[in-house]
C-alpha cells in the first residue's frame, strides 16, 4: 500500500462530560472528506485512544468504517501496552474493514529492539493488514532504530513509517537506507523537509481544523514540485506548528481549534484539562493570520498560473 497526500487523524468530540459524542464525530469525518483529505486516522494519539476504554475504541473503528464507507482509506491505530491487546485491536480494525493498522511502541515498557519488533510482527500478524508504523520516542521512551527496521523491513506489509521524532539525521536515514518503507512526515514542522526528501504522505493533526491549508503544503511541493511556493506556505504555518509541537499542550490546541472553527470537539479526555483564556487568544490569532496568509500565496499562485499562458502566447 502506498499512502499518498494528507491523513488526518481524527479528534474524539466528547460531550461536556467526556462522553463521546458519536454524532460529531460523523460529523468530523464528513468534514473532512469534504475538505478534500485523502486518508483519514481513528484510534491514534490525536484521538485521544489511550483515555478510551477498550469498547469505546473498537465503537469507533466501526463507526469509522461505516460512515467512510469506501470514499478515503481508514486507517485504525492499534497501540496498547500488551502485545496481546495490540493484536486483539489489530484483528478487530480488520473485521472492522480496516485499509490499514498504525503500531507505535508500548510507552512506560521500553522494549529493547528485538522486543519491539517482535512485538510488532506479532500485532501484524494478527491483521494481516498494510502497517504504517509510529516512531514517536519523545512518548513512547523508545526509538525504532536499526535493528529494529532491519528485522520488520523483511515484511512487506510494514511499508510506510509515520516518523516524528524530531531527528531530521532520522529523515536522511530512512529517505537513504530504508526506501522499502514509505516514510511519512509526522513532525509537523519538519513537513517541507520531508517532502523535499521525498515523502508523499503527511499524518497532520492540525489538518483536523485547517485541512485546505495542510493540503495546499502538500500540493505545493509533493504534487507540483514548487518548493518556492511550499517555502511561503510553510513560513505562514510555522507559527501554527511551533505552537503546536513546543507549546505543551498539543491536543487542546487541536480540540479548540476545531471548536474555533465551528467543528465538533468538546474537551479533552483527563487528565489533560482546557486551555486558559490567554493560550486560546495566542492560538486563535495564530490560526487568523495563517489563514490570510495561506489565501494570498495561493492566489498569487492562481494569477502567475493563469497569466503564464498569456505572457507566452505574446512572446511567441
Given amino acids: 500500500m502506498r499512502f499518498e497526500g494528507i491523513y488526518t487523524p ?15 464525530f ?3 469525518i464528513e468534514h473532512l472528506i469534504g475538505a478534500g483529505v485523502h486518508g483519514l486516522v481513528v484510534g491514534g494519539t490525536t484521538g485521544e485512544y489511550y483515555a478510551h476504554s477498550r469498547e469505546e475504541r473498537l465503537e469507533l473503528m466501526r463507526l469509522a468504517r461505516e460512515v467512510i464507507g469506501d470514499r478515503v482509506p481508514l486507517v485504525v491505530g492499534v497501540s496498547a501496552l500488551r502485545t496481546e ?16 493498522i498504525l503500531i ?11 522486543e519491539l519488533a517482535l512485538h510488532c510482527i506479532e500485532v501484524e500478524r494478527a491483521a494481516d493488514l498494510p502497517v504504517m508504523l509510529y516512531n514517536f520516542p519523545s512518548r513512547t521512551g523508545v526509538m525504532m532504530g536499526d535493528e529494529f527496521l532491519e528485522r520488520v523491513g523483511r515484511n512487506p506489509n510494514f511499508c510506510a513509517i509515520k516518523e516524528s521524532s524530531g531527528d531530521i539525521e532520522r529523515l536522511h536515514a530512512l529517505a537513504r537506507d530504508y526506501p522499502h518503507i514509505q516514510a511519512c512526515c509526522g513532525m509537523d514542522d519538519q513537513a517541507l523537509e520531508f517532502f523535499a526528501w ?38 505562514a504555518m510555522l507559527p501554527l506548528m511551533r505552537l503546536l509541537e513546543q507549546g505543551g499542550k498539543f491536543l ?6 476545531a471548536r474555533y472553527q465551528g ?9 489533560l484539562r482546557e486551555l486558559k483564556k490567554d493560550e ?14 495561506v489565501r494570498q500565496i495561493e492566489r498569487s499562485a492562481q494569477t502567475s498560473d493563469w497569466e503564464g499562458p498569456r505572457v507566452r502566447a505574446a512572446n511567441a
Fill in 198 to 235: 521525498g515523502a508523499r504522505a503527511w499524518v497532520c493533526a492540525g489538518s483536523n481544523f485547517l485541512p485546505a491549508e495542510h493540503i495546499a503544503l502538500y500540493r505545493a511541493c509533493a504534487v507540483d514540485g514548487d518548493f518556492a511556493r511550499g517555502r511561503r506556505l510553510m513560513s
Fill in 252 to 257: 487542546q490546541c487541536i480540540k479548540h481549534g
Fill in 10 to 24: 481524527v479528534i474524539t468530540p466528547c460531550h461536556a462530560d467526556h462522553s463521546i459524542d458519536h454524532a460529531g
Fill in 104 to 114: 507505535a511502541a508500548p510507552y512506560y515498557a521500553l522494549p529493547t529492539e528485538r
Fill in 26 to 28: 460523523e460529523r468530523m
Fill in 280 to 293: 486560546t487568544r495566542e492560538l486563535e490569532t495564530t490560526i487568523r493570520t495563517l489563514q490570510t496568509a
Fill in 85 to 100: 491487546e495490540a493484536a486483539a485491536y489489530a484483528e478487530a480494525a480488520r473485521s472492522a474493514g480496516a485499509d490499514a
Fill in 263 to 271: 467543528l465538533p470537539a468538546g474537551p479533552v479526555r483527563r487528565p
